[in-house]
């Protein structure tokens, strides 16, 4: 019999990892609702033609598609696989695909409700997603996104409430020193294809998009082969100096587009005011920066860390002024996704988790299962319940069996104290404490138990 694992690309995680990955998304959570932001969940899959035509070419390959059940698969496309013609193949077989991200779930979701939305809808939303890609350090196929966006609100504030949005998050992990913000704006690469005659713009920013994959001589020759020169793109978007110097030199170069120049503006706008109230946000802005998603339409932005343990972004996102027009509706949003994998591994790498989620408590007190009258079981419960209500967590341990064993358990899940009481102590109406992590042990009136734990509650030892 071969050993079970689980599908390439997705993972399980330990308790400890759970309480860790709770412990982010509620940092995000609490963040974001602190700022306005309102809940919302999507199923996790969607009609393919929600999801197909929305993330390019390179997107639409990394969905996973559902195999129709039933009847329905009578109506595969048989011809169609003769003929080599794998996409009509698919598309005869399989009517839904998993949840590639939440934005476009979201402009499904705001189109199909926009009656009963108040706009701007602020939302945010923590839900796996799923992508055919190739699984590598920090890039799985089955992850986390948590996003937030605001729809239904052109301002630029609306970039700056995000953006800030990010800041508080990364403040409240200890992590704002570790990483960057880098930043940029469609309409500044559509001024520079504009001023350079560049025909096919989607071809140039997902060309531009690989610069971090394949480097500066990579794109390079990709822009050779679209018939492009190459050595003056590049003298444009890499730019040396401060952010004031770059934003000055791309605004000569620009000076003839005016979307250029109105991408310029912006980036000046949320740069001044993020200046006056986020003084310790590191920020950089990068001409390279493109963000491959065909829908962005003005701000794009990218969080990456300054270490060398985690590589890749750990936040992004951008303004998208169209993306619901193709559900029968016309609103602009803003939104930000925190790349929750990657966070994870730069939170771990900085050891910044709480160390009573390294500790992995399963309880603060363990009851024994000692030498107890059968009759008497009822009143280890009622004190369970008792315990349980102060919110002090507590388990019963479930089998009979000699007390050394039972103290090994407690010292393995590094629960601190152990609560005995046997035939002997229930004659006396009492109980024995024992304080794991000191190695002593009193014994006290059955009637104090609650008394007791109340004190041991307020304990640095049971603190939270």
Partial sequence: MNKPTNPKGTRDFSPKEVKRREYLKNIIKESAELMGFEPIETPAFEKLETLSNKYGDEGDKLLFKILNNGDKLKKADIDAI???????????????????DLTIPLSRYVAQHQQDIT???KRYQIQPVWRADRPQKGRYQEFYQCDADIIGAPSLFQEVELLQLYHTVFKRLG?????V????????????????AVENKIGFIRTLDKLDKIGIEGIKREFHSQGLDAEKICSVIILEGNNIERLEKIKKFLISSKEGQEGINELEFILNILGLTDKDLKIEVDMTLARGLDYYTGTIFEVVPTIEDVSGSLVAGGRYDNLASNFGLNASGFGISFGFERLYLLIESLNLFPKELSENLIAKVMFTNFDIPNEKYGVIYEQLAITRAKGIKSIFYPNVTKLN???????????????????DEFKKDSFVLKNM??????????TKMSNILEDLKIASIFAN
């Fill in 181 to 196: 913000l880098k930043i940029n704006n469609r309409k500044i690469i559509n001024g520079v294809c504009e001023v350079l």
């Fill in 437 to 446: 992590r000191e190695g002593n042990q009193s014994t006290h009136s059955l």
């Fill in 175 to 179: 992590a704002n020193e570790k990483v």
């Fill in 405 to 423: 064993k039972q103290l090994q358990y407690a010292n393995q899940k590094k629960i601190p104290y152990v609560i005995i009481i046997g035939e």
């Fill in 82 to 100: 003769i003929q080599d013609k794998l996409k009509k193949f698919s598309e005869s077989i399989s009517e839904k695909g998993l949840r590639y």
């Fill in 119 to 121: 706009f701007p809808f």
